[in-house]
């Protein structure tokens, strides 16, 4: 509500005659002129503010933010990306006195996209150089067949826990009136399950649960007698030529794991100490931690927590057995 000159003057007066106390202010103002409309305590205060700063009862002119996105402009914001990529809209926005329309206009323009960031392990020094030996194996590999990783089974363990996760940044609620919906994510008794499963051409292998910690005696078990029932569907063609991925999990380097390995696939595996090495901290090669698990998390994890036979039943219609 904007008042006049003298209506605001009068103000100052008033609050100046209660020792700037303003909700005093308000009710003297108002029994004093009873024909005026009646300011408030905060609207005296912003007034008593902007007195005593600029040493005028006027309003302050707003000052408008550019809306022209000139030449000039288009490259200050470009500068402020260059500088520093994580800079948002709203920063530009605030640095620069450029409307945000107009700077998410203009990073358009100029086809920058807010890529997301990649959480990766820390690699350690020998790290980098192992991952370029795999690396140039893996071109030679490609080099003579270039369907040689269609025959590579890449496999991976993963937790699944009781609470899982909730993001409350995309999770919606649609409703006619507010249903309060609350999500518990602390239990007293939590569990977790440890699922094995794998990926070779276009076939998801498994899943497989694990009872318990996993071992090298239990890993060995489950070669032994769980594997050859998973991959059982796949065409002769596949199982003739497979090659088998370990991620080098302690469970995978036991004596036991490690011979079994090179007896039935002879020259064949990839791991720890095995015929080709597997560069340790390396997720970012494999299909199951880029593609697999994260699809399987998300299709688990988009209900609430669940009893741990429910959960199994989601993991199992997750991973589709027959076509990824």
Known sequence: MNYTVQ??????????????NCFLASRVYAQRFPERRHPDSRSLENLRERF?????????????????????????????I??????????????????????????????????????????????????IIFCQWAQNQIAENEDFFKFVLFTDEC??????????HNFHYYDTQNPHVV??????????????????????????IFEGRVTGQVFLNFLI???PRLIHHLPDYIKNQMWLQLDGAPPHFSANVRQ????????????RQGPTGWPPRSPD???????????????????????????????????????A
């Open 7 to 20: 209506e605001l003057t009068s103000m100052i007066y008033v609050i100046g005659s209660c020792e700037e």
């Open 260 to 271: 079994h390995l090179t007896e039935n696939f002879p020259g064949q595996w990839i791991g």
């Open 52 to 80: 005593n700063r600029t040493g005028s009862v006027a309003y302050e002119k707003q000052t408008r933010t550019k809306t022209v996105l000139n030449e000039e402009n288009a490259l200050a914001i470009s500068l402020a």
């Open 225 to 227: 007698n769980d594997f």
């Open 183 to 208: 999500e518990v994510n602390h239990y007293q008794h939590n569990w977790s399950l440890n699922v094995w499963g794998g990926i070779v051409h276009n076939f998801v292998i498994g899943p497989h």
């Open 285 to 323: 090669l494999t299909p199951m931690d880029y593609f697999l698990w994260g699809t399987v998390k998300s299709d688990v994890y988009s209900y609430a927590a669940t009893p741990q036979e429910d959960m199994v039943q989601r993991i199992f219609s997750a991973n589709n057995p027959c076509y």
């Open 82 to 131: 260059v500088e520093n990529p994580r800079i948002s809209v709203r920063d530009i926005s605030r640095d620069l006195g450029i409307k945000k329309s107009s700077v998410s206009k203009c990073i358009k323009q100029n086809k920058f996209h807010p890529y997301h960031f990649q959480l990766h392990q820390e690699l350690i020094e020998n790290d980098f150089e192992r991952r």
């Open 159 to 168: 937790t699944f826990h009781r609470n899982g996760f909730v993001n409350r």
